[in-house]
């Protein structure tokens, strides 16, 4: 059964970092375009970052540029999302997805658009 399985999540103090994975069960995922999302406690699920499946393209949110970074490694089917500059604002339950649309198109940033998700990995930022 293809799955995505996130990890990485924890607690972390302002200003701290965290490396979130995203790994491919069943699922080869340099042959997709990959987002991260998160969902805060009473908030519409949200995008974050994604990376495009034909040239790993990058793609931000404005609240996270220049925080966040998405990369992927094919060698370990994996997506990271390494997020530094922590803000208790960034506190969510964070999730991959694979984008439904073409390989080679621009992926989105909404959740409508991404079909198989993880399960979510909680992120804290609390001093």
């Known amino acids: 059964q293809a799955q995505l399985v996130e990890s990485g999540g924890g607690l972390v103090q302002p200003g701290g970092s965290l490396r979130l994975s995203c790994a491919g069960s069943?699922?080869?995922?340099?042959?997709?375009?990959i987002g991260w999302f998160r969902q805060a406690p009473g908030k519409e699920r949200e995008g974050v970052s994604c990376?495009?499946?034909?040239?790993?393209?990058?793609y931000y949110t404005d609240s996270v540029k220049g925080r966040f970074t998405i990369s992927r490694d094919n060698a370990k089917n994996t997506v990271y999302l390494q997020m530094n500059s922590l803000e208790p604002e960034d506190t969510a339950v964070y999730y991959c997805?694979?984008?439904?649309?073409?390989?080679?198109?621009?992926?989105?940033?909404?959740?409508?658009?991404?079909?198989?998700w993880g399960q979510g990995t909680q992120v804290t930022v609390s001093s």
């Open positions: 990376i495009r499946g034909r040239d790993d393209t990058t």
């Open positions: 997805a694979t984008y439904s649309g073409l390989y080679e198109s621009t992926p989105s940033l909404f959740p409508n658009e991404y079909d198989a």
């Open positions: 069943g699922l080869t995922l340099r042959y997709y375009s």
